[in-house]
């Protein structure tokens, strides 16, 4: 069985949710839990973690702004998308961006990005390649946006 819960601090996930991230595989994980345990997310703002049997196995952002430059108006941002190892392969990825768009809708946005470097992830849960654009940290990644 699969849950998808959107967390804010103090979720009872929330603790488990940083100790998966900052041990995941992927070098951005470290990144989130340090996001999560300074409380750096607006009132609106989400982190989605995927339990798969009771167990987190991947997790998801929605925020306000990705690694682009503030001159762009662009928002909000699906970032952090991960699923572990042992869970992928099912669709995960694409259950939680359904739930982050989902709320994303709910609060009134029309439309959700994601950057990212990865070819043919995104577009097969129909979101359009912009372009490649130039980020924060002085590197290229591509904009994908899709309407909700």
């Not at 952002?61 to 952090?80: M, R, V």
């Amino acid at each position: 069985m699969t849950d998808i819960f959107a967390m804010t601090s103090g979720h009872e996930l929330w603790e488990d949710t940083i100790l998966f991230s900052e041990n995941c595989s992927w070098k951005a994980g470290p990144f989130l839990a340090e996001k999560m345990r300074r409380g750096n997310f607006s009132d609106w703002e989400r982190v989605f973690v995927a339990c798969v049997d009771g167990k987190i196995a991947g997790f998801c952002t929605l925020s306000e702004k990705d690694e682009l430059p503030a001159h762009y108006d662009f928002s909000p941002f699906i970032g952090f998308v991960f699923v572990g190892e042992n869970y992928r392969g099912h669709r995960l990825s694409g259950q939680m961006l359904e739930i982050a768009a989902d709320y994303a809708r709910s609060i009134g946005y029309g439309k959700v990005y994601v950057m990212s470097g990865e070819v043919g992830l995104y577009e097969k849960y129909g979101f359009e390649k912009l372009g490649e654009y130039k980020t924060i940290y002085d590197t290229t990644d591509q904009l994908f946006v899709k309407s909700i």
